[in-house]
C-alpha cells in the first residue's frame, strides 16, 4: 500500500498563493493612502524593489490584471485613471475585522463583561438547580445525570427533579450604536498616525454589526470643527483634516441620530486623542487650542448630563496620556455615568470590540 510522500512546498509554484500574498499587503496599504488604488500601488511597488516580493514568472502587473479580474479595481475609460471598487471595500472591512477580532481571541485580559444569566439565546457556563417554569431544552442533562448517579447510586438509575441542572444563557440584545471619531489635524500630529487604527476600529466593527447583529444599527460621526455623519462605505476614504476638535458638534449630533433610533438600548462610542478646543456659536467658531478652555469643557460636561438622562451612556476611548487630559475624560465620564478607556494604538480595537460584546448580553428572566 503506497503511503503519504511530503514535499517541501514552494509557494511561488502557485500564482494564487502569490497574488493573495500581493492582496492583503495592498490592501493594507490602502487603508494608510486613505483608499486610493494609484498611491498603493505606487507603495506596492516601492516594497517589490527593497524585498522582492514578486518574481520572474508573476510580476506586478500580472498581479493588477488579476485585481481587475477579480473585480477589485475598475478603470475609468475616460482617462485610464483606476479606483478601487465596493468589493475592495468590503474585503478592507472583513481583513479589519479579521485583523482586530484575531488579537481578541488571544487573550481574556481585559475583559468587562458583566452579564447576568437568563433565558437567551447563547449558553453560558454557568449552571443553576432547576425551578419550576423552566424549558425542558435549558436541562443539562450531562450534569443531571451526573448528579442522580451520585444521589441515588449507579445500581439502578433514578432520577428526580432535585437532580436537574438548567444550563444558563444570555440574551443578546439589539443595540444603536454611534461610532464618533475625532479627525481633528492632532490624530495625524507628532509622527504619529492615530486615524488608521480609528478607521480599522470603525470598518470592523461595522463589519461586524452588518454580519453577525443584522438588527442592530451603526451610526459614523465624524467631527474636527463641524460633525456630520459619513456612510459605511466612505470608511476607507477617511482622513484627518486641518481641524479644531468640535466634541461639542459630535456629541449633538450623535444625540440626534440616537432619538430616532427604536432600539431600547443606546450608545455611543467616542474615539478622541485630544481636547475640546472648538464651539460654533451661531455662525462664528469659537476656538482656542491652549489649554482646556472652560468655556468648551462646560458645553461638553453638559452634554454628558443630557446623555445620561436620555439613558445614553458614552465609552470614550482617548489614545493620549496627558495628564490634564485624562481628568477631563474623567469628570466628563462621572457626569455620564459612562465607561472611559485610555488605550494604546495597538490595543484600541480589542477594548471597544469587549465592550460591545459585553453590552450585548444582557439579563432576561
Not at 101 to 121: A, I, R, S, V
Amino acid at each position: 500500500m503506497k503511503g503519504h510522500r511530503f514535499i517541501k512546498f514552494d509557494p511561488a509554484e502557485r500564482s494564487l498563493d502569490k497574488f493573495e500574498q500581493l492582496l492583503n499587503i495592498f490592501m493594507q496599504l490602502l487603508t494608510y493612502t486613505n483608499g486610493d488604488a494609484t498611491e498603493a500601488l505606487q507603495w506596492l511597488n516601492e516594497l517589490d524593489r527593497q524585498y522582492q516580493l514578486t518574481n520572474p514568472d508573476y510580476g506586478l502587473g500580472d498581479f493588477i490584471d488579476e485585481l481587475k479580474e477579480n473585480g477589485y479595481l475598475q478603470e475609468n475609460p475616460q482617462d485610464g485613471t483606476i479606483s478601487i471598487t465596493k468589493k475592495s471595500e468590503q474585503s478592507i472591512r472583513k481583513r479589519s475585522l479579521e485583523e482586530i477580532f484575531g488579537k481578541l481571541k488571544k487573550t481574556k485580559q481585559g475583559n468587562h463583561q458583566t452579564f447576568k444569566p437568563g433565558q437567551g439565546d447563547e449558553t453560558n457556563s454557568d449552571t443553576r438547580p432547576f425551578q419550576f417554569g423552566d424549558m425542558p431544552e435549558q436541562i443539562d442533562f450531562t450534569e443531571s445525570i451526573r448528579n442522580a448517579q451520585i444521589n441515588h447510586g449507579v445500581s439502578s438509575f433514578n432520577m428526580q427533579e432535585d437532580d436537574l441542572v438548567i444550563r444558563e444563557s444570555d440574551f443578546k440584545t439589539q443595540t444603536s450604536t454611534v461610532l464618533m471619531i475625532d479627525i481633528s489635524h492632532s490624530m495625524i500630529l507628532y509622527g504619529e498616525d492615530r486615524i488608521t487604527p480609528a478607521k480599522k476600529v470603525a470598518m470592523a466593527l461595522s463589519e461586524l454589526i452588518t454580519t453577525k447583529y443584522p438588527k442592530d444599527t451603526l451610526d459614523i460621526v465624524v467631527f474636527g470643527n463641524d460633525a456630520w455623519s459619513i456612510e459605511i462605505k466612505d470608511l476607507p476614504y477617511l482622513q484627518a483634516g486641518p481641524y479644531h476638535t468640535n466634541t461639542v458638534a459630535g456629541l449633538e449630533l450623535a444625540m440626534d441620530i440616537l432619538r430616532r433610533r427604536k432600539n431600547p438600548n443606546k450608545q455611543i462610542f467616542m474615539i478622541t486623542d485630544g481636547k475640546p478646543t472648538c464651539l460654533k456659536i451661531g455662525k462664528r467658531y469659537y476656538k482656542n487650542s491652549f489649554g482646556l478652555d472652560r468655556k468648551v469643557v462646560n458645553r461638553c460636561i453638559n452634554l454628558a448630563a443630557q446623555c445620561k438622562k436620555l439613558k445614553i451612556p458614552i465609552t470614550t476611548f482617548m489614545i493620549a496620556s496627558d495628564p490634564y487630559l485624562q481628568n477631563f475624560v474623567q469628570e466628563f465620564t462621572e457626569m455620564n455615568n459612562g465607561k472611559a478607556f485610555f488605550a494604546s494604538l495597538d490595543n484600541l480595537g480589542a477594548f471597544i470590540f469587549r465592550d460591545f460584546e459585553s453590552g450585548k448580553r444582557k439579563t432576561v428572566y
